[in-house]
């Protein structure tokens, strides 16, 4: 099972929007509406940011969004902030014998 | 709260075996499973199995099949990851991860333990 594919990095100005792309293939993102995206900051562990393609976890702030279209699914950061440069890992059940799967990871720089 | 503690850093070298605990507390231990992922120093993140912590009930990716073997401790809500066969490719930080059963996204993530192996 390869890793989902992301841009290596992703950079805007504060209060601009990007998005982040994940794309796997018609076995993981494209069969299941189970992607999740996760906010890694340097040394720490990660955080769940959103779950099931487009569901935000408590607490985390509305400017995150998610959507899938196909294949491919999408991280949206609205409003960007410094506190939002961090890396961004994608994940997609599989349903195969290795039921899980992350993506290469993006590096968010906010200029 | 919920919290996921984990063992301390490991210095092993190739061939050998490392253990790594990750006790739970804050919520009822059975209710969740627990998965394992890694990242190597500068990589990104590799999912390696879970655990059901209902009925222990595992399911490993292939890469680490017949390597490694993940195990939980009821009476102490502590799961356990043991990786065997040790090169220099296994160093890496190791999370223990929990899911909430069938929900098939990880909520809250240990500290992390790294293993460094080394001759």
């Known amino acids: 099972q390869s890793a989902l594919t992301q841009p290596a990095s992703v950079s805007g100005s504060p209060g601009q929007s990007i998005t982040i792309s994940c794309t796997g293939t018609?076995?993981?993102?494209?069969?299941?509406?189970?992607v999740s995206w996760y906010q890694q900051h340097p040394g720490k562990a990660p955080q769940l940011m959103i779950y099931d393609v487009s569901n935000r976890p408590s607490g985390v702030s509305n400017r995150f969004s998610g959507s899938k279209s196909g294949n491919t699914a999408s991280l949206t950061i609205s409003g960007l902030q410094a506190e939002d440069e961090a890396d961004y890992y994608c994940n997609s059940y599989t349903g195969s014998s290795t039921p899980y799967v992350f993506g290469s990871g993006t590096k968010v720089t906010v200029l | 709260q919920v919290q996921l503690v984990q063992s301390g850093a490991e210095v092993k070298k190739p061939g050998d075996s490392v253990k790594v605990s990750c006790k739970a507390s804050g919520y009822t231990f059975t209710t969740y499973y627990m998965h394992w992922v890694r990242q190597a120093p500068g990589q990104g993140l590799e999912w390696m199995g879970l655990?059901?912590?209902?009925?222990?009930?595992?399911d490993y990716a292939d890469k680490f099949q017949g390597r490694v073997t993940m195990t939980r401790d009821t009476s102490t809500s502590t799961v356990y990851m043991d990786l065997s066969s040790l090169t220099s490719e296994d160093t890496a930080v190791y999370h223990c991860v929990r899911e909430s059963s069938g929900l098939k996204n990880f909520d809250y993530w240990g500290q992390g333990t790294l293993v460094t192996v080394s001759s």
């Open positions: 018609s076995s993981d993102v494209g069969a299941y509406n189970y």
């Open positions: 655990i059901n912590l209902s009925d222990g009930s595992i």
